[in-house]
């Protein structure tokens, strides 16, 4: 029998939904938000009515019966930090995406609104490996300043996603392979992946690694610090140039690495030198996990949207081929990973995680 699924990925100025019969799409709307709209709003979580109405009209609109759903995925929040897997929106999750345990995100809204609907139709509802996923092992958590531990905040949807689909594909558990997964979009990460667990990360938020089209990533400590006291900043606009206006936007105010291309291209040695230099990091980034995995590495992954560049993959190639054989999934399809999380749990492939 088919399972019938409901996707909701919020973002800060939009609502993504998707309906699924098992894996096909049967359709999908991304619903825009006006700052207008959003600003009437004093929180997050005072959305939720305002975009559950949205979402409820349009299924009404495109004659979908919400009663013929199964389950009702929403994406992940900012969590405590919580191993991957697929979670089920218990009352637990649902308060501490309400309060915003780790900070206010649109995203908070995806499990808040998957319960909320699913419990009006009498379905389950989860939400699947969330932003604050956390499987580092206690060594990867040092920083060398012990009020400042390492932390795991990533891509862990998009990496856990693409990692099961190559094990998949192979032939093999998850749990059995050893790989590097390489993220590249507005931020970059890199992961260890260690029979299943994502054992270290490189922040991909504000602080850790490469640099990236909206990111600087690793910045030099010291001259940080001094920035911070120099009076010619608030703490606002400092992390600014870390995440927003850092990386390839400081650089070249664009952060489309197609236009960093094409600047190169035209005579630019500007654009073609940060174009090496984000190659130069990204692949300091995944010799760094390869180190972490002792070099016994089934398989280098590459995803995200920046994976779409030949140019990008044939440079991390000359670079990082010696050391695991690449295997590359272009973009990244969050509505499908939600919806395959949710089918792993009702077809009995995966136990639901106890938030």
């Not at 995944?286 to 590459?302: P, W």
């Amino acid at each position: 029998m088919s399972i019938k699924s409901l996707i909701i990925n919020p973002g800060s100025t939009s609502t993504k939904i998707g309906v699924f019969e098992d894996e096909t799409l049967l359709f999908e709307e991304t619903l825009r938000h006006s700052t207008e709209e959003i600003g009437r709003y004093a929180s997050i979580v005072d959305q939720k009515d305002f975009r559950k109405e949205i979402i409820t009209n349009l299924l009404k609109e495109k004659n979908f019966d919400i009663h013929s759903l199964n389950m009702v995925v929403g994406r992940g929040g900012m969590l405590k930090p919580i191993p991957g897997g697929t979670y089920a929106v218990t009352d637990d999750l649902l308060e501490d995406l309400k309060i915003g345990k780790q900070g206010q995100h649109a995203s908070n809204l995806g499990g808040i609104l998957a319960r909320e609907i699913g419990d009006e139709i009498g379905v389950p509802s989860y939400i699947v490996d969330p932003v604050v996923v956390d499987e580092l092992i206690p060594v990867a958590r040092y920083s060398g300043v012990p009020e400042l531990p390492r932390t795991s905040v990533f891509h862990a949807l998009n990496q856990k996603a693409v990692a099961k689909r190559y094990a998949k594909e192979v032939g093999r558990p998850y749990d059995e392979l050893n790989l590097v997964v390489v993220h590249m979009g507005g931020g970059v990460s890199v992961g260890a992946h260690e029979k299943g667990r994502v054992i270290d990360v490189f922040n991909a938020l504000d602080g850790d690694g490469a640099f990236s089209p909206e990111r600087a990533g690793a910045v030099p400590s010291g001259a940080l610090i001094k920035m911070c006291f120099s009076g010619n900043y608030t703490e606002k606009e400092v992390y600014s140039k870390i995440v927003g206006k850092g990386g390839f936007n400081a650089y070249l105010g664009t952060n489309d690495m197609r236009e960093v291309l094409k600047m190169a291209s035209e005579g630019s040695e500007k654009a073609q030198e940060l174009f090496d230099a984000f190659i130069f990091q990204v692949c300091k980034d995944i010799g760094s996990m390869a180190c972490v995995l002792n070099g016994k590495i089934d398989q280098i992954i590459i995803t995200g949207g920046i994976a779409y560049g030949e140019a990008v993959i044939k440079a991390i190639k000359e670079k990082t081929a010696w050391i695991a054989p690449i295997t590359v999934y272009p973009g990244e399809d969050e509505l499908l990973a939600l919806v395959q999380g949710g089918l792993r749990v009702l077809n009995g492939e995966e136990k639901a995680m106890v938030y």
